[in-house]
């Protein structure tokens, strides 16, 4: 029973830079997990960055490492992605999610946002 309220999306030129925030509401006590996952069209969805707010564990996928930082406000119960040196093939609907701990598969987290879409111009 967790709700995700995501914002931040839109068009950027290539290189420039983009913050996506993801605030959660509800009973987030046994979901110290949050992240994000892509999806662009015709393609599978797939893992970008997840934080583990507790330890401050993160993961990357490698194609984002040196350009994206995701980092967490726990007052705020809100995770962070500043994505920078953004790159057209970034352009993809971007899902905040939350669950028990960091996971590279879709199916380790137990909520998710509706989506925010990040279109990256050449």
């Known amino acids: 029973q967790v709700q995700l309220v995501e914002s931040g999306g839109g068009l950027v030129q290539a290189g420039g830079s983009l913050r996506l925030s993801c605030a959660a509401s509800g009973r987030t006590d046994s979901t110290p997990a949050m992240g994000w996952f892509r999806q662009a069209p015709g393609q599978e969805r797939e893992f970008v960055a997840a934080?583990?707010?507790?330890?401050?564990?993160?993961r990357y996928r490698d194609s984002v490492k040196g350009r994206f930082t995701i980092s967490s406000d726990n007052a705020k119960n809100t995770v962070y992605l500043q994505m920078n040196s953004l790159k057209p093939e970034d352009t993809a609907v971007y899902y905040c999610?939350?669950?028990?701990?960091?996971?590279?598969?879709?199916?380790?987290?137990?909520?998710w946002g509706q989506g925010t879409q990040v279109t990256v111009s050449s």
């Open positions: 934080i583990n707010w507790s330890s401050r564990l993160t």
């Open positions: 999610v939350v669950g028990p701990g960091v996971r590279t598969e879709y199916s380790g987290y137990r909520y």
